[in-house]
């Protein structure tokens, strides 16, 4: 096929690439160490790179030969010709775990920078052209954050707002959305922008040792969506995971008989809104969009019943038939919640106190809370993308993978959230990733642009390759083959040939 013309830049993306050291191996695929991989679009030709991130982590698994730093699913200890006090000490030291800096997840730009990322309090900054692997940030230093998601929003001016938790600091464990500006004042250059980063709120957990897990969040024009959900981190547990031989994906548990709480944070005030809405107990990583419409908040969210997908990943459970073997116990769902901030106050208990067209519902309870339930746009996708230029905004379109009753995707969707119309794409023995969207230079549309995303193939004669599609259609417009091992990745960003710098050509 061909690309068009327009297309220049760099596809960067992320994700797990090596799961065994010397004699050892990761438990869980969302362990490995990280392996960043690009495509970078020119005069309509492709060029392939990977390289693994030299993380601290790698270079001290690499030196040792063996996995010597613990992941999230994979516990590693000391060696074990140490001496007793060593060990001890060893022990000891973990209580407070020290957390990898093996940034798995996604990519983050602040200003003319690009950062590899995870959800520990570390990031890795990265040369986008050459992959090569530069410092490393500790978010800690400049907030006290012990937990970070990998989904940060950006807002008009390129700033970047994210999510971490702060856990029992000062006697509180808390939620903090923090700043962090895309450049510092002419008069401090050589300062980084972390220096300058501000925490815009913060959200007190409902529990002092039991903060909830969080993976993404949503933001509006005017608010920032948190949900607090029942899938929560023991901190107590979490403490003692290195001394009992467990790992710390141990001590994440989901409390089904809770409920799932929302905090709306109003930008401008900094403060939560008052009135409480809530839903069913319920697992999600990843928000769709939000967007506010006549005293509504809108939220579109993938969403489980339980939290069985991350125990889909242990490599134990991704052998050869696991295709025919695994099954997910909950589909994810995707869920539109409508949320009236702006509502009667005399309305009676019972009432359903949304007044747009929609199936969600939210009835007023007899305390004063808001009880909220979802209307259902699909089924079965996830890894959801939109065009980034109607975020926080009224939108029509979704990209992303679909997923069966198998973790792994099979297919391309393109969902339309107003008509619940879907396009797909798929082939035989084909596992795509995370779909970017790109918009064509002039776009009128939402949709007015390409699709790309990875596709890696378990039939031995076929090479993975790149896939390009018109976003509209999401007819097929070519595809770049690659002659090496593609792993499969989590997620990345489309990066335009002006944004990245001329200087290291």
């Not at 695929?29 to 309509?44: E, Q, V, Y």
């Not at 798995?104 to 986008?128: C, H, Q, V, W």
């Not at 992303?400 to 995707?409: G, M």
Request: with cysteine.
């Amino acid at each position: 096929g061909q690309l068009p013309t327009w297309l220049q830049g760099t596809l960067l993306r992320n994700g797990p690439g090596m799961h065994t050291i010397g004699d050892t191996k990761y438990n869980h695929w969302f362990d490995g160490l990280a392996l960043l991989h690009s495509f970078t679009f020119k005069n309509g030709e492709v060029y392939y790179r990977s390289k693994y991130l030299r993380s601290d982590t790698y270079n001290c698994n690499v030196e040792a030969n063996r996995i010597v730093v613990s992941e999230f699913g994979t516990m590693a200890y000391p060696d074990p010709c140490k001496n007793i006090f060593a060990k001890a000490f060893s022990y000891l030291s973990h209580t407070i775990p020290e957390f990898t800096d093996n940034c798995l997840i996604n990519i983050m730009k602040n200003g003319d920078d690009y950062y590899a990322t995870s959800e520990t309090n570390f990031i890795r900054k990265i040369n986008p052209q050459t992959l090569e692997t530069l410092e490393k940030v500790d978010y800690s230093k400049y907030v006290s954050v012990n937990l970070a998601t990998s989904h940060p929003h950006y807002d008009s001016a390129g700033n970047i707002l994210n999510m971490g938790t702060s856990i029992v600091d000062k006697g509180k464990t808390k939620y903090l959305l923090f700043k962090i500006p895309s450049s510092v004042p002419e008069n401090e250059k050589k300062k980084s922008c972390f220096k300058h980063l501000e925490v815009v709120c913060s959200i007190p957990s409902r529990s002092l040792l039991q903060p909830s897990y969080f993976h993404s969040f949503g933001i509006t024009e005017n608010y920032i969506v948190f949900i607090e959900q029942p899938f929560r981190l023991d901190i107590l547990k979490l403490a003692t995971a290195y001394i009992r031989g467990v790992n710390w994906a141990s001590c994440l548990a989901f409390h089904k008989e809770d409920k799932t709480w929302f905090h709306f944070v109003d930008r401008k005030t900094k403060k939560d809104v008052s009135t409480k809405f809530y839903t069913d107990a319920m697992v999600l990583y990843h928000h769709i969009n939000a967007y506010e419409e006549d005293g509504h908040i809108i939220f579109d969210i993938i969403a489980y019943t339980d939290n069985s997908l991350y125990d889909m990943f242990y490599l134990k459970n991704l052998k050869k038939d696991f295709e025919e073997n695994t099954k997910l116990t909950s589909i994810p769902t995707c869920k539109r919640f409508v949320v009236p901030l702006q509502f009667d106050k005399d309305a009676e208990v019972g009432s359903n106190l949304v007044t747009l067209p929609s199936t969600a519902t939210a009835v007023k309870e007899k305390d004063g809370s808001i009880y909220c339930q979802p209307e259902i746009l699909c089924e079965g996708i996830e890894l959801p993308r939109v065009n980034y230029d109607y975020n926080g905004k009224k939108y029509k379109y979704v990209y992303a993978t679909e997923v069966q009753w198998s973790p792994v995707p099979t297919k391309i969707a393109k969902l339309n959230v107003q008509t619940k119309e879907m396009l797909h794409w798929g082939e035989d023995h084909c596992w795509p990733s995370e779909p970017i969207f790109v918009p064509s230079p002039d776009a009128r549309e939402e949709d007015d642009g390409i699709v790309l995303t990875c596709i890696v193939t378990s039939e031995p004669k076929k090479a993975p390759f790149l896939l390009i599609l018109d976003a509209k259609t999401f007819k097929e417009l070519g595809r770049a083959m690659v002659n090496v091992e593609m792993h499969l990745d989590l997620h990345g960003m489309f990066i335009p040939e002006k944004d990245l710098k001329a200087e290291t050509e």
